[in-house]
């Protein structure tokens, strides 16, 4: 069979998306498969009354990278969506990221240097742990035992599903404390959801070129290696070595979608419910994200699930076994020159879209200078 594109992208998410309109704009012929029935990976949104809902969780696009702002600008306008969650914990509401207005709910504070004295006295007890064994040990140390209990240690235990004292420290490297009444939870100067929900965006980058949905790579590899001179393959990369190295981990998730005949359920985009006896973690309102002014609400509840082959792999695991698995595929995937590997599942890590955009973006570009 004669060679039919110059590039087969497997996955029509971010990057795969981002990969295939840099090439086309270049005038290479490239075909997206992705085994969903819809394009866009995990930022789809489904349209619910003229509601937007985030069908995979919530996507709220950030950047300090000026260049990747103005990139996607192309495509789609974004409004001026500010990131202010919630934290409820037994019924009481505090605001995040951790800032004056938390500190003041919290322990009554009203100024800066009061907070500042009330985190050490907090710290103290815990300043003699040089070297913290687990996630516990760090928390404490850096932000004292008011801020664990209330902020992290359920939480953390519901999302990873298992005790904080078995989880690595390194996963809290630091805790960003604020000392301003802010509450923007990203210090990135360009943030905001594109006007029209996350498929204009999808949609703008895939335009004029080849896209077959519903369509699994796996179901007919032969066939799709024949097809072009590359890949891009943007699935799981254990998946696309047959498991050779065995099983990568995952954390997964399962979203509970529920329309409400109310104007407002919740009053801001996003409420995280900290304490272990509420089974989810957070529950988003869609229609805050485009300051909607609909009749009605959409809400999704989110549960942490342990990953099972057939879910979706969202968070990965990065305990000693997990990175030595990458390594071996990593090292493997080096000597498959025809073959790129770009995106969260290929690379077993957790992006956020723009840093998704930005390795798409620089792998086009090695691309076109070879």
Request: charged share 25%; net charge negative.
């Amino acid at each position: 069979m004669s060679i039919s594109f110059d590039y087969l992208i497997v996955g029509a998410g971010l990057f795969g998306a981002t990969f295939a309109r840099e090439m086309h704009e270049n005038g290479k012929k490239c075909l997206v498969i992705d085994k969903r029935a819809h394009t866009g990976g995990n930022i789809y949104c489904r349209d619910e009354g003229g509601i937007h809902v985030h069908e995979y969780g919530a996507h709220i696009f950030h950047t300090d990278k000026e260049h990747v702002w103005q990139y996607v600008n192309r495509f789609v306008r974004f409004n001026h969506y500010i990131n202010s969650p919630l934290a409820n914990y037994k019924g009481r509401l505090y605001n995040l990221p951790f800032n004056m207005n938390t500190y003041n709910k919290l322990w009554g504070v009203n100024t800066p240097a009061e907070a500042k004295a009330k985190l050490e006295e907090q710290r103290k007890p815990y300043l003699h742990i040089t070297e913290p064994a687990n996630l516990e040990e760090q928390a404490l140390k850096l932000g004292g035992e008011d801020i664990y209990r209330i902020f992290i240690k359920e939480y953390t235990e519901k999302q990873w599903g298992c005790p904080a004292t078995e989880l690595p420290a390194f996963i809290i490297r630091r805790l960003p404390f604020r000392f301003v009444y802010d509450n923007n939870y990203f210090n990135d100067p360009y943030q905001g959801i594109p006007i029209g929900g996350y498929n204009l965006l999808t949609d703008s980058l895939l335009d004029g070129i080849e896209v077959k949905c519903n369509t699994d790579y796996f179901d007919n590899r032969e066939y799709f290696d024949s097809l072009a001179d590359k890949i891009i393959f943007t699935g799981c990369i254990d998946e696309f070595f047959n498991y050779e190295f065995g099983h990568l981990d995952y954390r997964s998730l399962r979203f509970e979608h529920e329309r409400l005949e109310m104007e407002d359920f919740q009053g801001n985009a996003v409420v995280n419910y900290n304490e272990a006896s509420v089974p989810f973690t957070r529950i988003i309102e869609h229609k805050h994200f485009e300051f909607g002014k609909q009749s009605h609400t959409v809400i999704t509840r989110e549960y942490p699930q342990a990953y099972e082959p057939g879910q979706e792999p969202y968070y990965p695991i990065n305990n000693e076994k997990n990175m030595e698995r990458m390594k071996l595929y990593r090292e493997r995937a080096a000597r498959l020159p025809d073959v790129l590997f770009g995106g969260r599942l290929a690379q077993y890590a957790y992006f956020d879209m723009d840093d998704t955009v930005e390795a798409a973006l620089l792998l086009a570009g090695k691309e076109l200078v070879v």
